[in-house]
């Protein structure tokens, strides 16, 4: 559970972005399906917030470093957060996106697992955070839903067990993190994905919700930190 300064915080400044949910994937109620609409025809916005007056962006960044749990990819360029579910397409295709950025030392992406949109959310973003190795467990994933994507099979991802009294610790603890994770979406007031946070160089905390393209994420490296 989130500090109550961290989530007073967070809830007064992201509460004053304005975001275009364009070609988001889900609201925070589980659903029972996702939308498929063309990436060609996707937009996306980014939008700042005024930070109170006794937390800086820097102040609340380095607090979201500390209290989420994320999978990060990347060690050059600037750093940002993914709040991704594993049944969110949109979501992947921003992942592709990213990697290729990845690959060229241009990005650093923290990926944060929450489970919002369907019950499968959950065993498998626990199976991912609790695996040996999660980034390659993420790769993995993201790898079988891009084929499902492509086959128009859905995808066969690995589950870990989250019924009652049958999850193991470490799955348990999993649970727990991924939980959290929702919770600081619920508190901040944050009911799309995908969704993409960013401390620039100057100024306030940006979002971007929804898909962008990698031309446009590329036009906002040189504003991040």
């Known amino acids: 559970m989130f500090k109550k300064s961290l989530v007073i915080m967070a809830r007064a400044l992201l509460a004053a972005w304005l975001v275009s949910s364009i070609s988001a994937c889900a609201k925070k109620t589980p659903a029972s399906s ?16 005024a930070v109170p007056a006794k937390m800086t ?37 921003i992942y592709v996106v990213e990697a290729r950025l990845i690959r060229e030392g241009k990005l650093t992406v923290r990926y944060v697992p929450v489970a919002i949109i369907k019950p499968s959310s959950m065993p498998e ?57 929702n919770v600081f979406l619920q508190e901040v007031d944050i009911d799309e994905l995908p969704d993409i946070i960013y401390l620039p160089k100057k100024g306030k905390l940006g979002l971007i919700t929804g898909l962008i393209s990698e031309k446009k994420l590329t036009e906002l490296l040189p504003q991040m930190q």
């Open 125 to 181: 973003a626990a199976a991912i955070l609790q695996a040996d190795n999660p980034v390659a467990a993420l790769q993995k994933a993201e790898d079988a839903i891009d084929k499902g994507m492509k086959t128009g099979k859905p995808a066969k991802l690995a589950r870990a067990t989250d019924a009652i009294g049958k999850a193991s610790p470490k799955t348990i603890e999993a649970i727990k993190k991924i939980e959290a994770n």
């Open 57 to 93: 962006p820097s102040d609340l960044w380095k607090l979201m470093g500390k209290k989420l749990t994320y999978i990060q990819e990347g060690h050059h360029g600037p750093v940002v957060y993914d709040f991704t579910d594993t049944n969110c397409p949109f979501c992947h295709l």
């Open 34 to 49: 996702t939308s498929t609409e063309s990436a060609a025809t996707a937009t996306a916005t980014s939008s700042m917030a």
